[in-house]
């Protein structure tokens, strides 16, 4: 095999591009797509990012490009598992590499699939509108807060089979739980939202506060049945309550900027010519919450493209640069509500594609809907809008909109 060559001084600096990396990720990119950068965690030394949709596919899809492979990764993992939130977070769905992460995904995927989703759309829908309705009547509504956050929990607790009475506090719990996914230079500072998170499912789980049809009554039965452990249970619902309203809300704020941003593309819209499922197929293309991907590592040397990635070495996704790539989507940087479908890097892909993807799909496109049908003179107060501090998640900390009387 011919030698390939090796990069060795760091050059992508992911913590250096403020709130558009947009213009830097096209010009890695035009520069081949992969470039070896600053570490993305403490954890590890350095790593080597991918920009293009084919890198990005490949490195999602590869068999030697683990969540934690056994040799010289291990010390990372202790590292990471010192605290016992973190040592939680490794059994969840996403940490886990296969064959494991078959046996969790498997008792849960039904619960997520289409025809299941389908099923609440109507309920889904109807809430929506009764919450812009609610908005109306007031004349403004942050839509993070107010339509966001209840939309995305109620749909999660009907998966779930829980009740969860606050939603608001909750959410608060989350988003400071995701700083043990962000991109970060330090040790996260989210241990006791997890404690928090995992206490809200240990009540519940001591009650037996959990219908019989949603998914935690079947990890309780996987439980029972020897499959998974406790440990396994709670992760995983921890982790759902995550997952499943993080990036939904903040997708929802970044299509209402999208929408602010290309007046033309939201004519169409206001015109009836894009249906809502296509719209919500291009707005989180092009407003994807998640930017980068969990740090893969490799269990062997492998060859990305023109370069060799070394056994142990990280290799980090960027999702939202995938989802750019003219190559895949031409003129990726604009948003094209007619856009032709084409396989997107929102949800990943490969073994540990996201399982929310319908999910996320009929909620952005239950609530674009009820804002145009419901309040079509409605505006994004783009001046009081904010961006979430955060470089993984990208997204909105709020996004006030404000209605015409006439609507």
Excluded at 216 to 243: C, K, T
Excluded at 249 to 267: H, I, K, S, T, Y
Excluded at 316 to 336: E, K, Y
Excluded at 346 to 353: D, K, Q, S, W
Aim: net charge negative; proline share 6%.
């Amino acid at each position: 095999m011919r030698a390939l060559p090796v990069m060795t001084a760091p050059h992508f600096d992911p913590f250096a591009l403020g709130d558009d990396p947009f213009p830097h990720f096209a010009r890695m990119r035009a520069a081949g797509g992969i470039a070896r950068g600053i570490a993305p965690y403490p954890e590890v030394a350095d790593a080597h990012y991918v920009f293009s949709h084919e890198l990005v596919s490949s490195v999602l899809k590869h068999p030697a490009l683990l969540q934690a492979p056994p040799g010289t990764y291990e010390e990372v993992r202790r590292k990471l598992v010192d605290q016992a939130a973190m040592a939680l977070l490794t059994r969840s769905l996403l940490l886990a590499d296969p064959p494991r992460h078959g046996g969790l995904r498997r008792p849960v995927a039904g619960f997520f699939s289409r025809p299941a989703i389908e099923a609440l759309t109507q309920g889904l829908r109807a809430l929506s509108r009764d919450l812009v309705d609610r908005a109306l009547a007031d004349g403004h509504v942050d839509a993070v807060a107010g339509l966001a956050v209840p939309v995305s929990f109620w749909l999660l607790q009907e998966i779930l089979g829980i009740e969860i009475e606050d939603p608001w506090a909750l959410k608060s719990v989350t988003r400071r739980m995701a700083s043990a996914f962000d991109l970060r230079k330090e040790q996260p500072a989210s241990i006791e939202a997890y404690r928090e998170c995992q206490a809200f499912v240990e009540e519940r789980l001591a009650r037996h506060a959990y219908r019989p049809d949603g998914m935690v009554a079947g990890m309780v039965r996987e439980v029972a049945e020897g499959r998974w452990s406790r440990e396994d249970m709670v992760a995983n619902i921890v982790f759902m309550l995550f997952a499943g309203q993080e990036t939904v809300v903040d997708a929802l704020g970044n299509a209402l900027v999208a929408l602010d941003r290309f007046p033309e593309q939201r004519a169409l819209l206001e015109r009836g010519i894009v249906d809502w499922s296509s719209a919500a197929a291009e707005l989180l293309r092009y407003g994807a919450s998640v930017q980068y991907a969990v740090a893969r590592i490799a269990a062997e040397d492998i060859d990305l493209g023109e370069i060799r990635i070394a056994a142990g070495e990280a290799v980090v996704p960027v999702l939202g640069s995938g989802n750019r790539d003219d190559a895949v989507f031409p003129n990726g940087d604009r948003l094209d509500l007619t856009r032709p479908p084409a396989v997107s890097m929102t949800f990943g892909t490969g073994l540990h594609v996201c399982l929310g993807q319908h999910v996320a799909r009929i909620e952005i496109a239950a609530m674009i809907e009820a804002l145009f049908t419901r309040a079509p003179g409605w505006r994004l107060d783009a001046a009081n809008a904010k961006r979430r501090p955060s470089m993984s998640f990208y997204g909105m900390s709020t996004a006030p909109l404000v209605f015409s009387r006439a609507a």
